[in-house]
């Protein structure tokens, strides 16, 4: 759902993060805005992932007669199934913060709204996504993980060994991880948003010499030889 749900209120791209507690994972959509600037600018900054997608659900079955979205047939279908359905009706869904409310925007620019309760959003339970987590690429699944190891670093103040601990990485790893996000923001836009299937074979230890690299422009000549070796 992230590469259509945007925040209203910044005009920006969301992108889909977990943080993990023990066992416990919780899944919650961030605007882009607000990770790159600060919280302090965005009234969106997060929320559920299970709220916001229930309730788009919830509203896409009214407008869609399509027996595809129907409970018992989606949760049959494959995650790449369910976001080529949704992209195959949906334009866009915005989130606005100041009104809680969600307008869905359909490919015939029809647009429809939904109000929501801004507590219900916020709360995050724990549930099990690791099977859908675990299909996305290894490399954007550590930038991933980097973003949500500074929310918990910065934002909740927990040390940086207290979270490799939570996780079971190495503290070494975990620092290694972090450096994903010294990658400039067109980069982590492609990581996070992109449809390329080469992202799937990119190892760990190929994005070292990019993300060791301070220089936004050689990064990105870095980053474009990457992708086509792999293409060769």
């Not at 607000?34 to 965005?42: L, N, S, T």
């Not at 299970?50 to 047939?73: G, P, Y």
């Not at 996504?129 to 993980?145: A, H, T, Y």
Request: net charge positive.
């Amino acid at each position: 759902m992230s590469q259509i749900l945007r925040c209203k209120a910044c005009n920006s791209s969301t992108y889909y993060i977990y943080s993990q507690k023990g066992t416990n994972r919780y899944h919650y959509y961030v605007c882009l805005n607000a990770q790159k600037r600060g919280y302090h600018v965005c009234p969106t900054r997060n929320v559920a992932a299970h709220a916001i997608e229930n309730k788009f659900m919830e509203c896409l079955r009214t407008l869609v007669t399509d027996n595809t979205f129907d409970s018992e047939r989606w949760n049959i279908l494959t995650l790449e199934q369910k976001i080529t359905r949704v992209k195959s009706v949906v334009k866009k869904a915005d989130f606005d913060a100041h009104n809680v409310t969600l307008e869905i925007i359909l490919l015939n620019d029809e647009s429809h709204s939904l109000p929501l309760r801004i507590d219900e959003l916020k709360r995050i339970p724990a549930h099990k996504k690791s099977i859908e987590v675990g299909k996305e690429p290894f490399v954007r699944q550590d930038l991933i993980l980097a973003h949500q190891i500074r929310e918990l670093h910065e934002q909740k103040g927990h040390s940086l060994p207290r979270i490799a601990e939570w996780i079971e990485l190495a503290h070494a790893r975990v620092c290694q991880t972090m450096n994903m996000l010294n990658l400039s923001p067109d980069i982590q836009e492609a990581i996070i948003f992109s449809d390329e299937k080469r992202l799937f074979k990119i190892p760990e230890y190929k994005m070292r010499p990019i993300t060791a690299e301070g220089d936004w422009q050689k990064q990105r000549a870095l980053w474009d030889s990457l992708l086509q070796s792999i293409a060769q």
